[in-house]
């Protein structure tokens, strides 16, 4: 059993290995410009502390601050490697693709660009969702409160660390789509089998929403909301690429086809 499984293996560490070297390709360039993301990364951050200065005058003294010796190199070692998966995220998939391919038929195979581009292209959906809409909302609403009680000091570190947690977690929740259209392609999953999961998938959702947002209700509402809107259309994308056929229909055409 272990010779057959071998190959797959050695494949397996080819595609990681590549696959890392990407990220750390893409994190010496994206290294060069750490200072610009985190410039990007800390606007929200930024405005909301904005904001708070103009409703208190104790307000008026947050900042952005650091609680290591070395926090600002290790916070530029994180954004930098934020940055660099997500330029390398495109080869990832491409790698992951090439992994999954041998096992699909010839007219599967031909499916490598949709799922490259479009596995990249919600991904960066989901984060330009996270960080326009979601993050104003959630950090305003985090840090005003109680701002005229306390002086709001950001360790930029957590915050660094909780930026990229929200931001990946929407840019991994908006690939439902397109999972849902490779399974449904692969003929593993029906519009009855994601309709039947719909209950449960709502409560994984919200479940998922309060571990990966904020804690408060607003920011949790505008990751779930999306999610689900994101399961109905997976719902649209597998019946039209593999609906669901009931049993007496199946029995009709195998009939039919004997007699033919």
């Known amino acids: ?6 190959p797959h293996l050695v494949e ?21 410009f750490h200072e610009s993301i985190l410039e990007w990364i800390t606007a929200p951050l930024n405005e909301a502390l904005a904001q708070v200065a103009t409703l208190s005058k104790k307000a008026a003294d947050g900042m952005v601050t650091t609680h290591q010796v070395g926090g600002a190199f290790f916070v530029a070692l994180k954004v930098s490697f934020f940055a660099g998966l997500l330029g390398a995220l495109p080869f990832i998939l ?8 041998p096992g699909l038929y010839s007219n599967e195979k031909k499916m490598i660009l949709p799922f490259v581009v479009g596995g990249s292209v919600m991904f960066m959906i989901g984060i330009l969702f996270a960080y326009y809409v979601v993050t104003p909302f959630g950090f305003q609403f985090l840090i005003t409160f ?5 002086t709001p000091l950001i ?14 977690g929407f840019g991994i929740a908006f690939e439902l789509p397109v999972f849902a259209y490779f399974l449904a392609l692969l003929g593993l999953v029906t519009d009855k089998t994601l ?14 929403a309060a571990l990966l947002t904020p804690p408060d209700v607003l920011t949790q509402l505008l990751m779930a909301a999306p999610l689900v809107i994101l399961y109905g259309v997976s719902i649209l994308i597998v019946k039209m690429v593999n609906p669901y056929v009931e049993e007496q229909e199946e029995e009709d ?3 039919e086809d004997t007699t033919a």
């Not at 059993?1 to 071998?6: A, I, P, Q, T, V």
């Not at 491409?94 to 391919?101: D, E, G, H, R, S």
């Not at 309709?195 to 998922?208: C, G, N, P, Q, T």
Request: charged share 20%; hydrophobic share 60%; glycine share 4%.
């Open 155 to 168: 360790n930029i570190e957590d915050y660094v660390g909780f930026f990229t947690k929200i931001m990946m």
């Open 94 to 101: 491409y790698q992951v693709w090439l992994f999954i391919a």
């Open 253 to 255: 055409d195998e009939s």
């Open 12 to 32: 397996l560490r080819k595609r990681l290995g590549l696959s890392v070297l990407s990220v750390f390709i893409a994190f010496i360039v994206a290294f060069t």
């Open 146 to 150: 109680g701002s005229f009680l306390y």
């Open 1 to 6: 059993m272990f010779d057959e499984l071998r």
């Open 195 to 208: 309709k039947d999961f719909f209950r449960y998938a709502v409560l994984i959702i919200f479940v998922v």
